[in-house]
């Protein structure tokens, strides 16, 4: 996947600083990226937080992007990154005795219920923060539990172990609500 | 399939697409203009300290070799005194050239008009009802002139030898004692003094 010159012409000028360019890039990958802080978020106005953050993230480093691999993942991984570091700042929490029973049998209530995805990502929002992070890192964004102990100054098992908890519950929540659709 | 659950939400949220808040860009412009002042006003801050000092050490320095030449601009002189104390007492007493600034010459000079001129002149070899006080800082040292200042009888007394010898000098008329005059105070005048035997011999 190459970008085309349109794409090439717009990342110069945002990194000439830019402002006109600035935002019809920011037009451009916001939405995939507001999907992506929502699900590291508790709430929607969180979200929105990550998402000015990221992006701020993203015209201090757009010159150090080497066009290897879509820009799309690039651009996500600099999201995650600073979003990690916001967390961090959170201390999150990987308490082992976290119920998450109450979880699995969680009523999801959605706005707009007909999306799937809604209801999903509401479900990962619900989990505590310390599950919510791991959780997305391996499933959603493919990490391995090795590199989430180091982004997350944890160790190997207890990113592990955080998974299995976390995937337990929102497997058995997810199914719920597709059966009862 | 081990995977499979995760292939499947990997799925239904790649179709996910929701709008952020409408206020974020003004929000990330804010942010951004700020970072890019911040990053311009540093170094200028910076340009602007350095040219501030440099010039006012050159501003100093033009005033002061400005006047070096021209002793004829006379409140501005060539004494520094510093004291060597043992417990209250003076025990050494060194001046340098420097300059005496504006204020303190003219302390010394009041303190000197007041107090000294009614017997003594600065003016060379002028005797008066005392001896005339051109030239007294380099003959005589310091410690010994504020103590003859503050109380001559108590040298002619202890059989200070420049005492009696100026005691004989001056027909047996004493100095009358100015014990009243602070260690700051003899400085002052007798830094007076010194500069004006410099003007005189310039």
């Known amino acids: 996947m190459n970008i085309t010159d349109n794409e090439r012409q717009l990342i110069k000028k945002c990194i000439r600083q830019n402002s006109k360019a600035q935002f019809l890039f920011y037009e451009k990958y916001k939405t995939p990226l507001f999907g992506l802080c929502l699900r590291y978020a508790k709430s929607e106005a969180e979200a929105n937080d990550f998402l000015q953050e990221g992006f701020i993230n993203i015209f201090q480093s757009l010159s150090q992007y080497k066009e290897e691999g879509p820009i799309l993942n690039w651009l996500k991984r600099v999201v995650i990154n600073r979003i990690l570091s916001l967390l961090r700042k959170k201390q999150l929490k990987f308490d082992k005795n976290i119920d998450l029973k109450e979880l699995q049998n969680a009523q999801v209530v959605v706005n707009n219920s007909s999306e799937l995805a809604e209801e999903l990502i509401e479900l990962i929002q619900q989990l505590p923060s310390g599950y919510q992070t791991v959780f997305n890192l391996y499933a959603i964004e493919g990490y391995s539990h090795k590199e989430i102990a180091a982004l997350l100054n944890i160790s190997e098992s207890t990113s592990r172990s955080q998974y299995f908890r976390a995937r337990k519950a929102i497997k058995t929540a997810f199914q719920n609500h597709k059966s009862m659709k | 399939m081990g995977n499979s659950f995760e292939e499947e939400i990997q799925e239904v949220l790649s179709g996910f697409n929701r709008k952020p808040d409408s206020s974020n860009w003004l929000k990330i412009k804010q942010k951004l203009t700020i970072k890019k002042l911040g990053a311009i006003v540093n170094p200028f801050l910076i340009i602007m300290i350095t040219l501030f000092i440099v010039i006012v050490t050159g501003w100093i320095l033009q005033q002061k070799i400005g006047e070096a030449p021209h002793p004829e601009k006379r409140h501005i002189f060539i004494i520094s005194t510093s004291y060597a104390y043992e417990g ?58 504020y103590e003859f200042t503050q109380n001559s009888q108590k040298m002619i007394v202890e059989k200070d030898s420049i005492a009696l010898e100026l005691w004989n000098e001056w027909a047996f008329s004493v100095m009358p004692p100015f014990q009243n005059l602070s260690k700051e105070e003899l400085q002052a005048i007798y830094d007076y003094i010194q500069a004006e035997t410099y003007v005189e011999k310039n």
Do not use: M, N
């Open chain 2, 88 to 145: 209250d007492e003076i025990i050494a007493v060194t001046t340098d050239t420097v300059y005496l600034d504006d204020e303190l010459y003219q302390k010394g000079q009041k303190l000197f008009d007041r107090h000294c001129a009614p017997c003594h002149s600065v003016e060379l070899d002028k005797k008066s009802t005392g001896p005339s006080l051109s030239g007294i800082t380099t003959k005589r040292d310091r410690k010994w002139l």
